[in-house]
């Protein structure tokens, strides 16, 4: 699969003399775009190979990773079951555009409390599970196993080795995992984390084999799904400039963060970048809903 590198125009690269280009993985598909295309690749045929029916995975209201399991559950023909954080969203959850999609595509869903949530991983939460449901083929949030990692892995090409740097946004660890085993001894991966705190670098460190990476921690926005202004602001801007949608989830940060970093001379005259666009595009609809109610500017659809 032959993913285009779109070279960005702007002023500020043209000064600086830096090349960026973007790797449009969100034109994979419509619904299963970016990584999650990659992550659920290898995963899928797991599942068929153990003869599975049904599978189980976890997400907030809006994830990429919900929406994408469910189209790609539908076409191979196994049953999706989603484990959704907030069980207030029970009585309302046709209001979501991500549960919206993810229900149309057949996923059933399980809602449960934001405490009960936080023990998904234990073996009594399984357990229950596997009463509730009988038996199935587990996927953990955002997707992020041995055999997602081996998906992300093939993002890069051999036409790639000309770029110095390799970015990508961060969220469970498993895409920029797949980079960091993938790049040439000369590259070197950024990874440009959407949550706040400490931890991902030990999540990326269970895959990752190599160490020509470090994480970019200060362009989160005070966490996962958090924006401002300026963040919105940016993304309708670099959308009218450059033809290229961003999400405000993770790569409208990335690329935000992607340009602060050429303004501030990190990166060498000469330097060449190549973004990994991870998709995520269908939730600028939810993110619009709830910027509608804090009286924010929308994003540009």
């Known amino acids: 699969m032959l993913i285009p590198n779109q070279k960005v125009h702007l002023s500020l690269l043209e000064e600086k003399d830096v090349t960026l280009c973007i790797k449009r993985e969100d034109t994979i598909h419509p619904f299963i775009s970016g990584n999650k295309y990659r992550k659920l690749k290898y995963n899928l045929l797991e599942a068929k190979k153990e003869n599975q029916t049904k599978l189980l995975t976890f997400g907030g209201a809006f994830s990429n990773h919900i929406a994408a399991t469910a189209y790609a559950g539908k076409k191979s023909d196994v049953k999706t079951i989603g484990v959704i ?119 990326i460190l269970k895959f990752a084999r190599n160490e020509n990476w470090e994480l970019v921690p200060d362009y989160h926005f005070g966490g996962y799904a958090k924006v401002d202004e300026s963040l919105i602001d940016f993304i309708n801007i670099f959308k009218k400039e450059t033809e290229i ?27 060449r970048i190549l973004a990994i666009h991870s998709g ?22």
């Not at 995520?280 to 659809?301: A, E, R, S, Y």
């Open 85 to 203: 954080r907030g069980e207030e969203l029970k009585e309302n959850w046709s209001e979501n555009p991500t549960l919206q999609l993810a229900a149309e595509h057949g996923m059933e869903f399980h809602f449960v409390s934001r405490s009960e949530y936080k023990e998904k991983d234990s073996p009594i939460f399984h357990e229950k599970m596997k009463t509730l449901f009988g038996d199935f083929y587990e996927l953990p949030e955002g997707g992020t196993n041995a055999l997602a990692v081996k998906g992300c892995e093939e993002i890069l090409t051999d036409s790639d080795v000309e770029f110095n740097f390799i970015c990508s946004c961060v969220g469970t660890g498993g895409t920029v995992a797949g980079l960091i085993n993938s790049v040439k001894p000369h590259q070197t991966v950024l990874g440009f984390p959407a949550l706040k705190g400490d931890f991902l670098k030990q999540d």
């Open 245 to 271: 949608p961003l999400d405000p989830i993770y790569t409208g940060k990335m690329l935000f963060g992607i340009l602060e970093k050429v303004k501030q001379g990190f990166f060498k005259p000469g330097t």
């Open 280 to 301: 995520g595009l269908q939730g600028i609809k939810g993110m619009n809903l709830v910027l509608k109610k804090k009286k924010l500017p929308l994003l540009d659809i």
